[in-house]
């Protein structure tokens, strides 16, 4: 697709944007941190593979072939994202009485899910961390003569040992150095393990024999031993949460410069990965987000509450990924209402088979969604071109279809194969079914096409008593909710 403006992304090594020039003519290598599967995913954690998706979509609208990697982390992430604590896995299993494995895979499932629910699609990989223990050895081993060295609780990686420790962090500050594991005989403080020790006289669910004894591997060794197994070095972009971006991926960077005998950080291919891209975090003010809080928001709250998944996913599109997202239940009403209009003026098109996309109305249009994504993903301003497609009048129906079609597949927001109907999910503590609704409100609209005035205001009042709000004069047409 020549004729489409040049992508730029803000890389977050460099703190700027720049061009995007693939490592491999007409290629797109992608690696996307996931889950540690310890509990279910809290929507923000989701708002991470939303964004990876959407990068994703625009590499394949742009002709490139994408192969993107997701890492599911069973094993080796720590309490806290600065080594320290107990194991996350090991913890949760505890608490559960349950085994390690069970854990995983219930946990990896419930990702799965929700992956699915907000129609991201499957990458080409999903690298398990427990999979690709003994290829995380054989790595640990290639660099520990020059980079590691080893204290009673296992093997350490020296950061002083790399040119640039810390640059995508901008500076290892004293806060920083705060929030990583303090171990006596560590060289430097922001020192970080790559394989941790089994204690003596003591058996972990999950272990293995390396050099430096039983033991399990580091977070961080993880996701540079599996982007690099599957994509090789240096490969395109690395995306994750920002909360990413102060420990994690510089020791991961750190483990990658010394894994590929690199220099400084002043060539990004370096660290990697050319380009870093990390989403900013989901806002929630209740604080309900917190997984220690019980009844935190994991997505199947949104669904149990009335709010089809899709109306999330619209909301991460409303802001751009690098900004934060103020997570609101109004918010996400209205979200969930715009994709409801959207879907009512695609149900017009979808009797039409798509044509060419070429129609002078269209144009500026399509010109608008191009230029918005080729500058870092602007989704919001796309979405207002797509919303202008689907307004646009006296414009051939097939032409029209086949650039809603285009915009959608980059939007994921499954305009022609959902309906207004799929859209409406019934609450979980609801006491009435969407049939008794249905029926109620035409027995309404006949009472009021009577002039029966009484007999609709009751039965108004009927629907209300029972959780539902019917909007009368709405412009979508009728509608009603469950409070």
């Given at each position: 697709m020549t004729d489409l403006p040049e992508l730029t992304l803000f890389n977050s090594l460099t703190r700027q944007m720049a061009p995007f020039q693939p490592v491999h003519e007409g290629e797109a290598r992608v690696y996307t941190c996931g889950p540690t599967v310890y509990n279910y995913p809290h929507i923000g954690n989701?708002?991470?593979?939303?964004?990876?998706?959407?990068?994703?979509?625009?590499?394949?609208?742009?002709?490139?072939?994408?192969?993107?990697?997701?890492?599911?982390?069973?094993?080796?992430?720590?309490?806290?994202?600065?080594?320290?604590?107990?194991?996350?896995?090991?913890?949760?299993?505890?608490?559960?009485?349950?085994?390690?494995?069970?854990?995983?895979?219930?946990?990896?499932?419930?990702?799965?899910?929700?992956?699915?629910?907000?129609?991201?699609?499957?990458?080409?990989?999903?690298?398990?961390?427990?999979?690709?223990?003994?290829?995380?050895?054989?790595?640990?081993?290639?660099?520990?003569?020059?980079?590691?060295?080893?204290?009673?609780?296992?093997?350490?990686?020296?950061?002083?040992?790399?040119?640039?420790?810390?640059?995508?962090?901008?500076?290892?500050?004293?806060?920083?150095?705060?929030?990583?594991?303090?171990?006596?005989?560590?060289?430097?403080?922001?020192?970080?393990?790559?394989?941790?020790?089994?204690?003596?006289?003591e058996k972990r669910q999950m272990e293995w024999d390396s050099p430096w004894g039983p033991g399990a591997p580091g977070w961080h060794l993880e996701c540079?031993?599996?982007?690099?197994?599957?994509?090789?070095?240096?490969?395109?972009?690395?995306?994750?949460?920002?909360?990413?971006?102060?420990?994690?991926?510089?020791?991961?960077?750190?483990?990658?410069?010394?894994?590929?005998?690199?220099?400084?950080?002043?060539?990004?291919?370096?660290?990697?990965?050319?380009?870093w891209m990390h989403n900013n975090f989901l806002v929630e003010r209740s604080g309900k987000m917190s997984k220690s809080s019980g009844e935190f928001l994991r997505l199947q709250l949104l669904i149990d509450k009335g709010y089809h998944p899709l109306g999330y996913r619209m909301m991460c599109l409303q802001a751009h990924y690098r900004s934060e997202l103020e997570f609101s239940w109004d918010g996400l009403a209205a979200a969930l209402t715009r994709l409801k209009r959207m879907i009512m003026a695609a149900e017009r098109l979808k009797d039409v088979d798509a044509g060419e996309p070429a129609h002078p109305k269209l144009a500026p249009m399509i010109a608008t969604f191009e230029k918005a994504l080729a500058e870092d993903l602007n989704t919001p301003i796309a979405l207002t071109a797509l919303e202008d497609v689907l307004a646009a009048k006296k414009v051939d129906p097939a032409a029209k279809r086949a650039v809603v079609e285009m915009m959608d597949a980059v939007f994921g927001l499954g305009l022609f194969e959902t309906s207004r109907a799929d859209l409406r999910l019934r609450p979980l503590r609801a006491e009435i079914c969407v049939e008794e609704i249905e029926e109620t409100l035409v027995r309404r609209k006949e009472a009021r096409a009577n002039k029966d005035f009484a007999t609709s205001d009751a039965l108004r009042d009927e629907l209300a008593g029972k959780g539902v709000e019917v909007m009368d004069g709405d412009p979508l047409g009728w509608e009603w909710k469950l409070g």
């Open positions: 989701m708002r991470a593979y939303v964004f990876a998706d959407i990068l994703g979509r625009t590499l394949s609208h742009r002709g490139l072939k994408l192969t993107h990697v997701i890492n599911i982390t069973d094993v080796g992430h720590l309490t806290d994202d600065g080594d320290d604590g107990e194991d996350k896995m090991e913890k949760m299993a505890a608490q559960k009485a349950q085994s390690i494995w069970d854990i995983a895979q219930h946990y990896t499932q419930a990702y799965w899910n929700d992956i699915k629910a907000l129609n991201i699609r499957q990458p080409a990989h999903w690298s398990i961390a427990t999979d690709y223990v003994e290829q995380m050895i054989d790595f640990a081993k290639e660099i520990a003569p020059r980079h590691c060295y080893e204290l009673e609780s296992g093997l350490y990686f020296d950061v002083s040992t790399v040119a640039d420790y810390g640059r995508l962090a901008r500076a290892v500050t004293e806060e920083g150095e705060g929030r990583i594991e303090a171990v006596e005989g560590k060289r430097n403080a922001a020192d970080f393990a790559i394989w941790r020790k089994t204690p003596a006289g540079s031993v599996m982007s690099g197994k599957l994509l090789g070095f240096p490969f395109d972009i690395h995306t994750g949460g920002i909360d990413h971006r102060e420990i994690h991926h510089p020791n991961e960077i750190a483990q990658n410069q010394a894994f590929c005998c690199a220099g400084g950080l002043d060539v990004p291919g370096n660290s990697g990965a050319k380009v």
